[in-house]
């Protein structure tokens, strides 16, 4: 079974504070995603990587940044924490990209005071 | 513009009974169409994966059906269960694009009542 991890599950942080969120992955899959997923908005995507050291910026990338120093982990950065970035953070990977089938972690469900 | 619009918003049902969402989207060039389960405060997990040559699949009580002409998607819950109580997300892949072209749905919440 593909098992995808996230570091928290809950984490509360300071406005301006700087934060991580990590995701790992154990099948050696190709492609890694992260999202935010917000009350009537649905899942919108943030930053994704399709190799090591790669990145894409997706549809809200603002105030994010990525990391993929490794191919099974992949980092979202929150430069500088505000309340509007509290929200539930989920990644996700796939193998290949013809079918393109994400298998999610548990998410992260942060908040910023 | 792609898009995914799921009916109903949200859903009460009675334990043991059947229940139908639906999913109407206007993706192209389409790949797939998959199903989503999502207990609260839990990550999507795959329920169904459909390319454009399959029209209907099944996953025990779960089963899926595609009609690519009219661009619609359904997913039957047979007999429900209380632990079917969650939110289930219809998601469209388009052909070629970018890694992230997948366009979700805001999804249908199901509560199953005793």
């Known amino acids: 079974d593909v098992k995808v991890t996230q570091s928290s599950r809950y984490l509360v942080k300071r406005t301006g504070e700087k934060v991580f969120l990590e995701c790992v992955q154990d099948?050696?899959?190709?492609?890694m995603f992260w999202y935010r997923q917000d009350p009537g908005l649905g899942l919108r995507l943030i930053y994704f990587?399709?190799?090591?050291?790669?990145?894409e910026k997706g549809d809200i990338p603002e105030g994010y940044s990525v990391s993929r120093e490794k191919k099974e982990r992949f980092s979202l950065i929150l430069e500088s924490a505000s309340t509007n970035q509290t929200s539930m953070y989920l990644c996700?990977?796939?193998?290949?990209?013809?079918?393109?089938?994400?298998?999610f972690g548990p998410g992260t469900r942060l908040t910023v005071l | 513009k792609n898009q995914v619009e799921q009916s109903p918003q949200s859903l009460i049902i009675l334990e043991g009974k059947n229940c139908t969402l639906q999913?109407?989207?206007?993706?192209?060039?389409?790949?797939?169409l998959r199903w989503y389960k999502q207990d609260t405060g839990r990550g999507p997990v795959s329920l169904t994966i459909?390319?454009?040559?399959?029209n209907t699949k099944s996953n025990g009580r779960y089963t899926a059906t595609l009609d690519a002409d009219t661009k619609q998607s359904s997913l039957h819950i047979t007999a429900s269960q209380l632990s079917d109580s969650a939110s289930y997300i219809c998601?469209?892949?388009?052909?070629?694009?970018?890694?992230?072209?997948?366009?979700f749905g805001k999804g249908t919440k199901l509560s199953v009542k005793p």
């Open positions: 996700a990977s796939s193998r290949d990209r013809v079918t393109n089938e994400q298998f």
């Open positions: 099948m050696d899959h190709e492609n």
């Open positions: 990587s399709y190799d090591v050291k790669m990145k």
């Open positions: 999913c109407n989207y206007t993706v192209s060039p389409f790949s797939n």
């Open positions: 459909m390319t454009f040559s399959e």
């Open positions: 998601v469209v892949s388009a052909k070629g694009g970018s890694q992230g072209n997948l366009i």
